[in-house]
Each structure stands twice: as C-alpha cells, then as structure tokens.
Nanobody
Framework: QLQASGGGLVQAGGSLRLSCTAS????????VAWFRQAPGKEREFVAA?????YFADSVKGRFTVSRDNAKNTVYLQMNSLKPEDTAVYYC??????????????????WGQGTQVTVSS
C-alpha cells in the first residue's frame, strides 16, 4: 500500500517535494514511479527510480527522484514548476522486471494521488 503526500498550491517557479511512503516489505528493491493526470488529459509518466532514474522529457532538469530506504519512502523533488505541471500526482510501485518503467500497466500498487497546482 502506498501513501502519497506533499502536494499543494505554489506559484510558477516554485518548488514542491512529494513523498510516497510504502508499507510493502523489501520496498527498496521495488521500481517506483510517479505519474500525473491533468483534467481532461490521460495519465502520463513523470519519473521513476529503480537502480537508476528516468524522467519524462517535460520534467528533465527540473525534477529529481530519490529514495530513503530506511523510511520506505520515495521523493519527487519538483523545481522550477510551471502551470502545465498542474495535475494530480500518483506514485506507483512494481517488482523488478515487471515491465517498461514508463507504462502505467507495469505497476500493480498505486497511491491515492496528491494535487499539485501551479499558479501563473
């Protein structure tokens, strides 16, 4: 079970850090991803972390993803936020080798989503 938190309202250019905390045992070996869904749009891949990190082109250079295994938590640090980053952000987890990191079908555990709103 995953719990996402850290969303909020921020001005363009600002920063937020999202957290995804898991109750799964051995969470440190899971591949964890962040997806987002804006109103009227399909859910899209944002970032993922396994033995390396992956990012969507739209967030490269602005977002970073990291994990604290002692806290069973993965973080998404979002800097230089833009209004187009406004969405509900979801974290998801999958066992290693489950599939392609950027596809939502790869993941079988999902958090409840946290709203990020970036004002212009």
């Amino acid at each position: 079970q995953l719990q996402a938190s850290g969303g909020g309202l921020v001005q363009a250019g600002g920063s937020l850090r999202l957290s995804c905390t898991a109750s799964q045992r051995a969470f440190s070996i899971y591949m964890v991803a962040w997806f987002r869904q804006a109103p009227g749009k399909e859910r899209e891949f944002v970032a993922a972390i396994s033995y390396r990190t992956y990012f969507a082109d739209s967030v490269k250079g602005r977002f970073t993803v990291s994990r604290d295994n002692a806290k069973n938590t993965v973080y998404l640090q979002m800097n230089s936020l833009k209004p187009e980053d406004t969405a509900v952000y979801y974290c998801a987890a999958a066992r290693p080798g489950s599939g392609i990191y950027s596809r939502s079908e790869t993941y079988d555990s999902w958090g409840q989503g946290t709203q990020v709103t970036v004002s212009s």
